[in-house]
């Protein structure tokens, strides 16, 4: 049994011993050039002319890169053809405006250090209230809505209106954007990238060098990091690298440094949401009218969907009986904000938690009974028209709410606050529910490619990336256990377009669920043969019957007669059986009408929730996180250590998020915190001693490879209980308003105490 | 013939294997060189020394002179400063299967994507050998992945070194090395005469010591560097004295070896020294690099000027003494003249120990490894009224550089020490500067931070002497 069992990523003792290739590790061939970027110092401007010419006389400089050299289209956006590789209007500060292709990467930079611009700038957008107030979006407002939401507000016995900004996020990938190409000598091109998409990474490369899909391979080896950051955003370092092939006949490479990486790709999108909400006095929630807006950049990218993804999950848990949500994206002239981990459902979801919270306090419930009471039931009916079944909310909550002692922890805390002036507590429990499937229904298919070797050693093929998630795996063991076969037997290959076309991105938590029905397709069909092959082996009739298991074949009424399966292998190659097969799945039965808002766009729902303990220094706004309980469902886990693992990195990369990752644009458009020293993700001084993840317990998943759940992306919102729990912390110090940014930084949870301190009325005893 | 280009060859060792360096390589890195090598387990992730994901370690000297396995940013490092000297990288240390640290990682699913495994791995190896089974080994290795649980679980289930340890071995039989060697550009003296020998005859030469500051130029190519002349292994820079009187501190010590030989005399600086970037920084930083770059955002000046701290300067005309609070002149302009070395940093005892009270505070987005929006540091003594005979109020972050209140140091002479002084301070402090915003926090929350420090301050003397 392969299945269930907690094994170590499949690369572990290579990542340990430094023996794992990344792209920027491959042999370098003979006469690999650099292609180094020219950013622009504009954040929007007309570019008037490029001299390139000083950029020559460097000393190994071969070319300088512009748009007279693409022989296909100058353009690399993935869905709207609206990015140019090679730009002539500047559209936001620091976009690469040629590419200097040189021998070695001392000269690129040097070459493009002497190349001049001559800018006409224009006036930039930089902020969503430019935007909005100039009418600048990416394409048209989305809408899902169900009931009367109009009527409903008026109805309610109260109302509140405001507004949650939240901040956007670097993915911080370690492992920077990297991609290399080598022509041959007919036209073809093989392309090393750093790409959770090699397929559109394929597409793109195409496009821009003129050629047919089929010209161009596409192979991934792993990243070091994608969260979202690859999907997309690969495509036009790699299609520069196979430019530059094209153009020399020589293989070309790209790396960007960090600040360069973090000057030139996109973002998680920051997001403005602004509501009215009606509920009852008893804090039944009855109306939410949302607008949603987000920083989309300045190019289309995948925006669109990753609103409607915030807007899928500007409901998080809670059954509200009449809705109307809008979104919308505001085209700035910044980086184009992209796919990230959670892709637009988190902002969502802090929208609806920061909701939640202000009309607890408004009506002096505690949070997480306004929560509970209004969590969604089997049968209710989502704001998109997705009844839900199997809802596992009330069993995460309770179990969790239970093991954590929350109600007596909470008790402690607020005494604790009663006598301490200079530090505060906090606590917050707060749930998670997280739709799965690509929401646009054709992306949900996969392929495999599963090769058996005569001497009874196989390779395994898929559409997925491997970015660290332990996919690979996790398909090895679907492999495995479907032949009956221990792990040593496998290997799994590199991701690559030659192996397994027309596949989708690795994203949207959709990896091992498509992938992994796709692989034990591929496997069962090699099954089905073999056992024709040992039937007759053993002198049986009916190949349907027998089983594989622990590396043999047999009918289990005589177990005691069995071949070993590489000698079934062995047999088949005689008997002129084919030995390689291709698995294929399609997520069946959803759906969904973009221009109605409505369908069943998800497979099922992953549910999760988390109790984050907070202190908080009245002096600073500094605060630490005291401790952190997780129960997350997982399904019946394919690889406990991997999805624990997940979890785990999923809760702290949203804490960083929302507490210290802080993106800040100076008022021309320059990014400031383009590396490490300025952008702060955490590091194990912030990840507390108490803290505990379990995997909700007897809960497998019907219709999804061996009853798991995705878990790469919905633990990442789990993290909404640490801005809770300030929220908590920052409240008691008064009574007055309470508005935390977010990220929370220290200086803004010392404003938002200033202000809770301010705006609090004193009443006589 | 061949003996003459012997003689004139540069060596290191590495993973146990020698290696002759490239003649001159001042403006190349020690990750450069390892990758350019094959040897491409080490990996850039930032270039910066901020992530940690190029730790290598080098056989170096703990604060009391034993061998020590010691892990560093080689992406800091320029490649002339690992002449003469021995490293080991990811790749050199699967002896007789994996190492300890590496089959605990794998164990514990300590790696995901993997690409900052290799640093973390190195920075535990050293940790393996120095028995450091805190956070504190790793906190200067960033993980974008784990969240860094499996990590710590790695890193506190590794048992001891056994008694055949190949490691142990190397660490136990290595005598104390020859002679730093140097490169045709990167000169490491033993003393100060040979430095100023050497500043003599190549007068455009760039001091280094442990280059964290400076690798970042080298690591950027922000500049071009024609050659270097090394402070570390200067021996009059690396000399602590501990007299009655005075503390003095070689400019040459690094930070780690403050931490843990001088803990406890100055509990300021030990808090300060906790918070200054991580372990690989502090392995190399030295206390005379924090003052020669004079950044208004250091760490170790608002401390030392706290404690009235006086900077030692010799050329080769001679040596002179002067106050910190003299020595900054302004943005990374100072007192010290072309020609001049940093030789120590003496910092007086108080005599009055039983009633001075010193802290130390940092903030900045990030609790550890982080670059300050504003550090200050107290220092305050009462007499038997409560009267205050003494203060010190000096702040980093909030001025073009590092910065004493003097007329709030003034004002608070004679004043009782209670909350109603502190109010008023904190009323004087919030005007005394008039500090910037910038992407780390504006000038108004550094404002509330110079006055909010100092009552901090007050409620934590308060804690401690209740």
Partial sequence: MSIGKSKPHDSARHHVTGTATYTDDQRAPDGLLVCWPVLSSHAHANILKINVQEALTVKGVLRVLTADDVLGENNTGPIVHDEELFPRVVQYWGQPIVWVVAETADAARQGAAKVSVDYDPLEPILTMPQAIDQNSFHGDAQRMHKGDTAAALNKSAHVLEGEVEVGGQDHFYLETHTSWAIPDTEGNMQVYSSTQHPTETQIVVARVLGVASHRVVVTSLRMGGGFGGKETQANPFAAIAALAAQKTGRPAKVRLKRHQDMQISGKRHPMLGKYRVGFSKTGKLEALDLDIYSDGGYSTDLSQAVMQRAMFHSDNSYFIPHMDVRGHVCKTHKTSQTAFRGFGGPQGMVIIEDIMARVAGYLGIEPEVLREQNFYKDGDETHYGQQLQDVRLARVWSELKESSGFETQKAAINTFNQRNQLLKRGIALTPVKFGISFTTTFLNQAGAFVLIYADGSIQVNHGGTEMGQGLHIKMLQVAAQTLGLPLDRFRMMPTATDKVPNTSATAASSGSDLNGQAVKNACETLKLRLATVAAGMLGLNAPEDLSFDDGFIYSSQHPKDRVAFEAVVAQAYLEQVSLSATGFYRTPNIYFDKLKGSGKPFYYFAYGAAVSEVEVDTFTGQWKLRQVEIVHDAGQSLNPLIDKGQIEGGFVQGMGWLTMEELVWDETGQLKTFAPSTYKIPTIAEIPEAFSTRLLERAPQEGVIYGSKAVGEPPFMLAISVREALKHAVASFGTGDLELAAPSTPEAILDAIDKVRQTTTVTGD | ?466
């Fill in chain 2, 1 to 466: 013939m061949l003996d003459y280009f012997m003689s004139s060859q540069t060596r290191f060792v590495l993973n146990q294997t020698e290696y002759v360096l490239p003649e001159t390589c001042s403006n190349t890195t020690l990750l450069e060189y390892l990758r350019q090598e094959g040897l491409v387990g080490t990996k850039e992730g930032c270039g910066d020394g901020d992530c940690g994901a190029c730790t290598v370690v080098m056989l170096g000297q703990s604060a009391r002179g034993k061998p020590q396995f010691q892990a560093m940013n080689s992406c800091l490092i320029p490649l002339g400063a690992v002449a003469g000297k021995e490293l080991f990288t990811v790749e050199g240390i699967a002896k007789e299967g994996l190492h300890p640290v590496q089959e605990s990682m794998i164990q514990t699913g300590g790696s995901q994507c993997g690409y900052c495994t290799p640093g973390f791995i190195m920075s535990m190896f050293a940790a393996y050998y120095s028995g450091e089974r805190t956070d504190l080994a790793v906190e200067g290795n960033l993980c974008r992945c784990t969240g860094y649980l499996p990590i710590r679980e790695a890193l506190r289930s590794l048992a001891e070194p056994g008694q055949n340890d190949i490691f142990l071995q190397i660490l136990e039989n290595s005598e104390t090395r020859k002679a730093n060697e140097n490169t045709r550009d990167f000169h490491q003296p033993s003393s100060l005469k040979e430095v100023f020998d050497l500043l003599g005859a190549y007068p455009e030469a760039t001091f280094i010591a442990g280059g964290t500051d400076l690798g970042l130029d080298i690591s950027n190519k922000a500049r071009a560097f024609s050659r270097f002349i090394s402070l570390e292994h200067v021996s009059e820079l690396k000399i602590i004295k501990d007299e009655p009187a005075t503390l003095e501190i070689g400019a040459g010590i690094p930070l780690s070896h403050i931490e843990s030989v001088l803990h406890g005399i100055f509990p300021a600086l030990d808090e300060m020294i906790h918070w200054f970037a991580a372990r690989q920084i502090r392995n190399r930083a030295t206390i005379g690099g924090n003052l020669g770059t004079a950044s208004p955002i250091g760490d170790l000046p608002p401390v030392l000027l706290a404690l009235d701290a006086s900077i030692k300067l010799a050329s080769s005309a001679g040596e002179r003494i002067i106050p910190l609070a003299d020595y900054f002149l302004g943005y990374r302009q100072t007192a010290r003249q072309k020609g001049e070395v940093i030789v120590s940093v003496i910092i007086p005892k108080a005599q009055t120990a039983q009633t001075r009270q010193s802290f130390a505070y940092k903030v900045g987005k990030r609790g550890t490894d982080d670059i300050s929006i504003v550090a200050a540091a107290f220092s305050l003594d009462t007499d038997e009224h409560g009267q205050i005979t003494h203060a010190r109020l000096a702040y980093g972050g909030v001025a073009a550089t590092p910065v004493r209140a003097l007329e709030v140091e003034t004002w608070l002479l004679g004043k009782v020490w209670n909350q109603t002084t502190v109010n008023e301070a904190k009323k004087r402090l919030l005007t005394a500067f008039s500090p910037l915003s910038d992407f780390r926090g504006s000038a108004h929350y550094r404002q509330r931070l110079i006055a909010n420090l100092f009552e901090k301050f007050y409620w934590q003397v308060a804690e401690v002497t209740a």
